[in-house]
């Protein structure tokens, strides 16, 4: 768009006046009719231009303030200054006062300067300076008269209002003879509870063109002015669900916030089988970094989900849910090839992130099964991979066990962002599938199993060990495996599925596990004089995974001797365990370390 200033406060005060009063329309016919006038010379017609834009404001305030004057207006219809000497009447404005005598004449002569003259040149912007100074006469002493008349133009809105099928005499009012101002607009559109004025509005031309977000740059701000044909829209909804959805889905795009916040109660309040025509609209909706719009989304994805729409609610998910890189970045040191770690987010924050994966996903779970199972399994991939440092780093080591300790709910899980939602939100859906018969726990195990990080390798652990009473051989598989008994990123998941069913392995695969134990650990990098202590130790860990009540009667009275020769192990499931601390009262209060600053 042109960089524009107005020339003086005056311009700038006429402007908001008209768009507030008018209507945006009238608005910027001035305000490009300003820029022409500060820039005379670059087009050859600018002169035209003007007479032209004078003119379509011109008849804007006759159209709008004709219903002031009813009676005297009307019958003076057509002859053009009779109904201006009526609409100033109406207003208590005197003929000879300068902005009555400004529109008069531009009643005269705006035709004239508005039309060439045969195939003579254009006329230079000279000869129209004086009429462009009439219009800001006459619109900086007009409109604030207009301000004072609002309530003539509420009595035709409460006529309309009455009306259960509008004749197009009473669309042509409300087209015509009301200001287009958010004032009018809001007083209308948030009193109308009749569905049957919904198509011919539609047809009128109303609904197409939602307001765009205000912007200041130099603020930083946004702003998002509301739109009161989408609340009545919403309304309506439940009426005419199918005229509703049309009209959505041929409006203009928008990315403002409070109008898509309405559309979507539209969408929540409709059934569901219009999904098909306004998914990709959601969809486009969904790249909104706002969480109202957000959460609604959420709903919607469920409210879809839930009647079986699930390759559309599936559609929504994967837009509202994916994974972005970190915007921060620092470029590599020459002599060291280092970065800052990256966190990958979401649109929106992560606590809200997490909420929709709570409250809204599982019934796209519960509906669609596995297809949403693997949504979230490649959401997750994506944001590990986007928290790597290194391009090429593709597995499966992923540090998981630092900032995930357990895949279960737990104190140690400290964090909140994008990863560790969607760890939960894995496991969440991995069990949700099973418990609703959408796949078998080997199915799921499968799933997860198949991804590259180890995280997932930890989640199928988990979903083993909560549905254990349905998959035992997996489990003795997976507990049989030396490379899970000596990985210590699998670690917590794998001892305690060890715990819950080592006692229900046969008699040969436990042994297999107390042999590994009584080989003990590699020692290669220990001190020989600390071999059998660091051994030993590493067997009374392990015995306590298992679970002394687990283990053969031999093997416990060994694990008692451990434990009194070194104690009982502290936390040995966690490969990492942090523990917080809070120091006593300080004697100082604020205010003195405020004063010894």
Known sequence: ??????????????????????????????????????????????????????????????????????????????????????????????????????????????HRVAHRKALEAPRPPDEVREFWEMAQILLANLLPAMRKRFLDWFKI????LEKSHPSNDDLKRLVNEVPNNAVMRGYFFDRLDKPEWLEPLWKKGFFRHPPVPVRDDEQGTIRFPPWPEARYLARMAPHKPDLVAEIIKEMDDTDNADVISDLLDA???????????????????????????????GQLVAHWA????????????????????????????????????????????????????????????????LPAL??????????????????????????????????EEHEQNLGHEIKNALVSGVRDAAELVVRFHKATVEEVVNTLERRRWKVFRRIALHVLRVFSDQALPLIATR????????????????????????SQLTEEDQAKILGWIEAGPDTNDIERSEVTHYRER???????????????????VRYRMLVERYGEPKHPEFPVYSVSWVGPTSPKTAE???AMS
């Open 538 to 556: 590493w067997q009374r860990d392990w015995l306590a995974w298992i679970g002394p009540e687990n283990l053969p009667r031999d093997w416990q």
């Open 374 to 407: 693997e949504l979230l399994c490649n959401l997750l991939e994506k944001a590990i991979h986007f928290s790597r440092t290194q391009e090429d780093d593709h597995g499966p080591e992923d540090d998981s066990y630092h900032w995930r300790p357990a895949i």
């Open 267 to 297: 969408l929540l309040a409709m059934p569901p089988d219009t999904a098909p025509r306004l998914v990709e609209k959601a969809a486009r909706w969904a790249e909104s970094p706002y969480f109202l719009v957000a959460e609604k989304l």
């Open 479 to 502: 507990l049989t495996d030396r490379s899970l008994f000596d990985d210590v990123g699998v670690q917590h998941e794998y001892v305690l599925l060890m715990r819950e069913c080592f």
């Open 157 to 160: 809105l409460d006529e309309l």
């Open 592 to 594: 003195d370390l405020k």
């Open 306 to 369: 839930s009647a079986g729409r699930t390759t559309e609610a599936l559609r929504v998910a994967r837009v509202l849910l994916d994974v972005l890189p970190d915007e921060w970045r620092v470029e590599a040191v020459p002599e060291e090839d280092y970065r800052r770690p990256l966190e990958p987010r979401a649109r929106f924050d992560a606590w809200d992130y997490e909420e929709i994966l709570e409250k809204h996903y599982p019934e796209l779970v519960k509906a669609a099964g």
């Open 1 to 110: 768009s042109i960089q524009f200033r107005f020339a003086d406060p005056r311009q700038q005060r006429i402007y908001e006046e008209l768009k507030q009063l008018v209507g945006p329309g009238p608005a910027a016919f001035f305000r490009d009719a300003c820029w022409l006038m500060q820039n005379p010379h670059v087009l050859q017609s600018t002169s035209h231009l003007i007479g032209h834009l004078l003119r379509e404001i011109e008849h804007a305030l006759r159209d709008v303030l004709r219903p002031i004057a009813p009676e005297t207006a009307e019958q003076e219809k057509g002859k053009h200054k009779e109904e201006i000497k009526a609409i100033l009447r109406a207003l208590g404005i005197a003929e000879d006062t300068p902005e009555a005598r400004a529109w008069l004449a531009l009643a005269d002569e705006l």
